[in-house]
C-alpha cells in the first residue's frame, strides 16, 4: 500500500519562497503522476500543479504558472515529488496535499496527510 508523506510548509512573509516535498513509500511503487493540491480555509480542495513520473511531463493552474515549479525524483530509493513555490502571496495560504494521479492525470484516491502553508501579508 503506498503512503505519501509531505513536508516543508510554513509560515513565510509575501514575496517568500517555500519548498515542498512529497515521499511515497510502498513495495515497488509505480505511478502515472503525481500532483500537488491546496485546500484554503472554508474551501474546496483545488489543482496546483502536476508531473508525469516518467515523462517529467506538467501542467499548472492558471494562478500559479510562472511562480511554482513541480519536479520529481523517481529513482526508486526516493520516489519524491518537489512543489518549490516562489512570489508567494496570502491567497496561496492553504493546506497543501499531494496526491497519486491516474492514467487520465486524475486523483487516484492516495494522498498524502496535507502540510500548511502560511504567507502573511
Known amino acids: 500500500q503506498v503512503q505519501l508523506v509531505e513536508s516543508g510548509g510554513g509560515l513565510v512573509q509575501a514575496g517568500g519562497s517555500l519548498r515542498l516535498s512529497c515521499t511515497a513509500s510502498?513495495?515497488?511503487?509505480?505511478?502515472?503522476?503525481m500532483g500537488w493540491f491546496r485546500q484554503a480555509p472554508g474551501k474546496e480542495r483545488k489543482f496546483v500543479a502536476a508531473?508525469?513520473?516518467?515523462?517529467?511531463?506538467?501542467?499548472?493552474a492558471d494562478s500559479v504558472k510562472g511562480r511554482f515549479t513541480i519536479s520529481r525524483d523517481n529513482d526508486k530509493n526516493k520516489n519524491t515529488v518537489f512543489l518549490e513555490m516562489n512570489s508567494l502571496g496570502p491567497e496561496d495560504t492553504g493546506v497543501y496535499f499531494c496526491?497519486?494521479?491516474?492514467?487520465?492525470?486524475?486523483?487516484?484516491?492516495?494522498w498524502g496527510q496535507g502540510t500548511q502553508v502560511t504567507v502573511s501579508s
Open positions: 496526491a497519486e494521479l491516474g492514467a487520465t492525470w486524475n486523483p487516484s484516491g492516495t
Open positions: 510502498g513495495r515497488n511503487f509505480k505511478t502515472y503522476a
Open positions: 508531473i508525469g513520473w516518467v515523462s517529467g511531463n506538467t501542467i499548472y
